[in-house]
Nanobody
Framework: AQVPVESGGGSVEAGGSLRLSCAGL???????????MGWFRQYPGTAREWVAS????????YYADSVKGRFTISRDNAKNTLYLQMNTLKNEDTAMYYC??????????????????????WGQGTQVTVFS
């Protein structure tokens, strides 16, 4: 699978917004297999944690409780790009953000509350820093 390239990170004041992009996110598995495409984040010295997912089969979206109502995941199939719109940013959103695609799954609920072991490959990530 192609290694994704994340972009759009930066430094923003608390309460502000950023939109992350993920280019080249695709699986080696062809249709009709469906997958989860997800955003994860990682704080220094900790494991990656799941932020949001979208299921390619029907567009179902899932969010971690910590970002629900503030972040929106979406994808542009024509551009093969995944997005994460982040609004009302908080200091605790400061992290490195990564995108990845999962192994094929027929069950969209597999996209909810996932760990990163079923996803990959991983890119370099994009840093988001929220300051007060």
């Amino acid at each position: 699978a192609q290694v994704p390239v994340e972009s759009g990170g930066g430094s923003v004041e608390a309460g502000g917004s950023l939109r992350l992009s993920c280019a080249g996110l695709r699986s080696t598995y062809s249709l009709p297999n469906n997958h989860c495409m997800g955003w994860f984040r990682q704080y220094p010295g900790t494991a990656r944690e799941w932020v949001a997912s979208i299921y390619t089969g029907g567009g179902n979206t899932y969010y971690a409780d910590s970002v629900k109502g503030r972040f929106t995941i979406s994808r542009d199939n024509a551009k093969n790009t995944l997005y994460l719109q982040m609004n009302t940013l908080k200091n605790e959103d400061t992290a490195m953000y990564y995108c990845a695609v999962s192994r094929p799954t027929p069950n969209p609920n597999r996209c909810n509350g996932v760990d990163d072991s079923a996803f990959g490959p991983w890119g370099q990530g994009t840093q988001v820093t929220v300051f007060s």
